[in-house]
């Protein structure tokens, strides 16, 4: 038996602040075939996507696919709408049966992407406040909308986000944005991408690489002094000896630099429970044990170390759904 690593933790490999380890190496590939998909009735060949061990979409399919899916995101889902929790149900139903009539979709990876639609959403609202700064006062920002955004959507827009809640979340947003001190430069490609361009390349990478490629600019400049400083510090530890880039996430140059990945653990409040790993065909290819928070509600998130006692397939196009009982 051995440890896994905490299932919402692949984020890590590009950015160690986040304090979540992943392992190195670790490599998902192929394709994942014959799919019971959530939603769409279409009879036209749907494409074929490749999923990273964490449900995100990789492989060269991927820019495609997001860009498509966000496509439909600023389609369907208006920005007038206050937080994503407030967006009706059936608007993101309408979104995920779209995207599910064109690709092959697992139903395990609706919640994983339906994150992500969330975060197209807001990236999307952010980019309208810009355009929204750019007049006084709601009379003149609201003739001003954008090309791309219908006026009566834009006018709804304005007055949300004229409210003084909103312009307090505004306030609060831009102080955290500056305290942000190890931001990533993969861009729209995303950290899971890059990461898994990596892999494909050289199944042997860590998340020391990773760090390295994702915070440095094609210029070989850094996003902040923070970044360059630590930066530099892990290529030194990597200069003098290659070696510590394959300990452990307590041992490795991030480890060194950063300091080991913290750990929070509250074993009073925790009990063992056992853990089945399913593929996207929702059949279980491997189980282990747990201690979990005690009382969760299944639709809250959490992440665990697992360890793994028997493995009943390979764990190559495992998906990220597991259940724990």
Not at 104 to 118: C, G, T, V
Not at 289 to 318: C, F, H, K, M, T
């Amino acid at each position: 038996m051995w440890m896994l690593p905490p299932l919402r933790s692949m984020s890590s490999l590009l950015n160690p602040m986040e304090q979540s380890p992943i392992p190195s190496p670790i490599h998902v590939g192929g394709s994942h075939e014959h799919f019971d998909t959530s939603g769409g009735g279409s009879s036209k060949t749907k494409i074929r996507l490749r999923f990273s061990l964490l449900g995100h979409v990789v492989g060269k399919n991927s820019t495609k696919f997001m860009s498509r899916f966000g496509s439909l995101v600023r389609e369907h889902i208006p920005p007038y709408y206050p937080d994503w929790l407030a967006v009706p149900l059936k608007l993101k139903d309408t979104v995920w049966e779209t995207i599910c009539d064109e690709y092959e979709l697992p139903q395990a990876a609706k919640r994983k992407l339906m994150k992500s639609a969330n975060t197209m959403w807001r990236n999307e609202k952010k980019i309208l406040r810009k355009k929204y700064d750019e007049c006084d006062t709601d009379d003149e920002r609201k003739k001003n909308f954008p090309k791309k955004t219908k006026p009566e959507d834009w006018v709804r827009f304005v007055d949300l986000t004229s409210t003084e809640e909103v312009k307090a979340s505004r306030e609060r947003n831009k102080i955290n944005r500056s305290k942000m001190l190890t931001p990533h430069t993969t861009g729209r490609k995303g950290v899971f991408r890059v990461a898994d361009e990596m892999m494909e390349v050289d199944p042997t990478i860590t998340r020391s690489d990773s760090f390295l490629v994702g915070h440095t600019r094609s210029d070989g400049t850094f996003p902040t002094a923070f970044v360059e400083e630590k930066v530099i510090a892990v290529k030194d530890i990597i200069m003098k000896n290659p070696q510590p880039k394959y300990l452990d996430v307590g041992h490795d140059p991030l480890a060194q630099v950063f300091g080991p990945v913290k750990k929070i653990s509250t074993p009073l409040l925790r009990e063992e429970a056992v853990v089945h790993f399913m593929n996207f065909q929702e059949h279980i290819v491997a189980t282990g044990r747990a201690l979990v928070l005690s009382g969760l509600q299944e639709s809250e998130e959490a992440e665990y170390e697992v360890i793994v006692d028997i493995i009943l397939q390979s764990l190559v196009n495992v998906g990220f759904s597991l259940t724990n009982v």
